[in-house]
């Protein structure tokens, strides 16, 4: 599990959880006396295994499990990839760069799939996606590792709309449900063995076939969906405009995460120019796109997309350098440091599963308050392993305990939002989640390693510098472990502050759901 939602479980490398966007709601999919429910494309026979939609579920768990599997399998050859690049430095950006790309190219999915539908846009999406493993597999240097992960996170923006537009237009209302229950239950398999493989793969191959075999597997989700999509009800050419607005907005948010997250790892007082240019380009477009209210947390959206921001950001910085920590500061494999996220990814199943409990659905929002408090308490809870007398399987643990509070929440917050939100905005509305998702991973994994290198991060490369790059670091005196220390304990502050958004929720009683997002500043 890397990071928070990737298309309905953990993710990383892997990608934001996705909600339907406007597509998924366009006029030619709406009955006239229901405008928010799409209407059914054809007449199911069976459920989403039967005859009729067989080859287009079973095409949707093999991209969803391959972006699992590439999510756990990177998590775990990414410390060996970093010291043998001689990048420690630049670790955290080889995570932020990718949600920084794919900030951008959800918001170009989006308009591509309301105007041509979401066939090209998702095959797009895939083969950059394995354009990008390939590049990260063959870099030279750190910086065209980083360069990989971000045409990576280029076409997996695109992926992520694409696939919930193919649900809503491929699938009637009553097996909808079920597709999306079948995103998280394809990550199971993929979290259990994907630590194994690729740590396997990394101590006797080399790191960089963790990169370069994934793109194969590409083939296989391929060729079973592209019969089923090309018959998929098709937007015509020039029907819908493009969102143009949006999708500069978009650029701009990633184009000023980029120049932040540079200026970040660069202590210099010259770093201060491209910090600013950052911000000028970050912080108008944000308060453009998110909903108005959401960094004051009003009650309400906007506090729920905030939370799943928070929520988002705080996991994906904090576990991006667990693995990290247990090569360099315990002496762990690249296999076990990744098993350690392993449960991570079954509890957060499990969460989901409990979030949707009829019988809890009064206590929605309590269930996303406990959720927060006990990754809050996960992450505390990690940096014990830097104690050489306490058990380094604390961080398995720990990370059970924060997979399960995650699935409370970003299960619930995805419920919450079409509550919340008008008929006619639900669509805006979950975009707007979506670029919560992706801000809340850029931000605090930048911050973490700015943090990360503040606090003496940068010696553990030297600390390392005897060992081999495909074996089992031992551990060495000059290593830092204030820097892990500095990282866990900040997220961890993070996680608590979700907690006390998650009491404001609710919205006052004498209010209606707030409209989408609004042009003002979301303040």
């Not at 990608?15 to 006029?27: H, I, V």
């Not at 918001?107 to 309301?114: E, I, M, P, Q, T």
């Not at 290593?479 to 892990?484: D, G, K, L, V």
């Not at 900040?490 to 009683?509: E, H, I, Q, W």
Request: glycine share 10%.
């Amino acid at each position: 599990m890397t990071g928070a939602s990737a298309v309905g479980g953990p993710y990383c490398g892997g990608m934001t959880t996705a909600e339907p966007r406007d597509s998924d709601l366009a006029a030619s999919d709406v009955p006239s006396d229901s405008p928010d429910v799409p209407s059914d494309p054809a007449p199911a026979e069976g459920g989403v295994l039967g005859r009729t939609h067989r080859a287009l579920t079973l095409g949707i768990i093999s991209v969803v499990s391959l972006i699992a599997f590439e999510a756990s399998a990177v998590n775990t050859a990414m410390p060996v990839a970093a010291r043998a690049l001689d990048g420690i430095e630049l670790y955290a950006f080889a995570f932020s760069a990718y949600f920084t790309a794919s900030l951008f190219s959800m918001a170009l999915s989006g308009a591509w799939c309301d105007r041509n539908g979401p066939l090209a846009p998702l095959f797009s999406g895939i083969f950059t996606f394995g354009g990008g493993l390939l590049l990260a597999g063959a870099a030279p240097t750190m910086w065209t590792f980083v360069a990989g992960r971000a045409v990576q996170g280029l076409g997996g923006g695109l992926v992520i709309v694409a696939l919930y537009v193919v649900v809503s237009r491929a699938y009637p209302e009553r097996l909808r449900p079920a597709v999306l229950a079948s995103f998280s239950a394809a990550w199971v398999l993929p979290v259990i063995v994907g630590p194994v493989v690729s740590g396997t793969a990394t101590e006797h191959v080399g790191w960089r076939w963790v990169f370069l075999s994934i793109p194969v597997l590409i083939l296989l989700p391929l060729a079973v969906m592209l019969p089923a999509l090309r018959k998929l009800p098709r937007t015509a050419d020039g029907v819908a405009a493009l969102d143009r607005r949006r999708i500069l907005l978009a650029l701009a948010v990633a184009v000023g995460a980029g120049l932040l997250q540079y200026a970040g790892q660069d202590l210099r007082p010259l770093a201060l120019l491209p910090a600013a240019a950052g911000l000028a380009l970050l912080v108008p477009s944000v308060l453009r796109l998110l909903p108005k209210g959401t960094f004051r947390a009003a009650r309400g959206l906007p506090s729920v997309v905030l939370i799943r921001g928070l929520a988002a950001g705080a996991l994906l910085a904090a576990e991006s350098f667990v693995p990290l920590m247990l090569v360099t500061q315990r002496g762990l494999s690249p296999t076990l440091a990744g098993l350690s996220l392993t449960g991570g990814g079954l509890t957060w199943a499990l969460g989901s599963y409990t979030q949707s409990r009829p019988r809890l659905e009064p206590y929605r929002e309590r269930l996303m308050c406990l959720g927060m408090l006990l990754m809050a308490l996960a992450v505390a809870l990690v940096p014990l392993a830097l104690v050489e007398t306490v058990p380094a399987a604390v961080v398995a643990g720990a990370w059970v305990i924060a997979g399960f509070g995650m699935g409370l929440t970003i299960s619930s917050g995805s419920v919450l939002l079409l509550k919340l939100s008008r008929p006619e905005d639900a669509g805006r509305n979950s975009a707007s989640l979506q670029v919560s998702d992706a801000l809340g991973n850029i931000t605090f994994v930048g911050l973490s390693g700015i943090l990360f290198i503040a606090f003496g991060g940068g010696a553990v490369a030297t600390a390392q510098s005897g060992a081999h790059a495909g074996a089992s670091a031992a551990v060495h005196p000059a290593a830092h472990p204030a820097a892990f220390a500095a990282v866990f304990a900040a997220m961890s502050l993070v996680a608590l502050v979700g907690a006390y958004v998650a009491t404001r929720l609710r919205p006052a009683p004498d209010t209606r759901p707030e409209p989408g997002p609004a042009t003002e500043p979301a303040v």
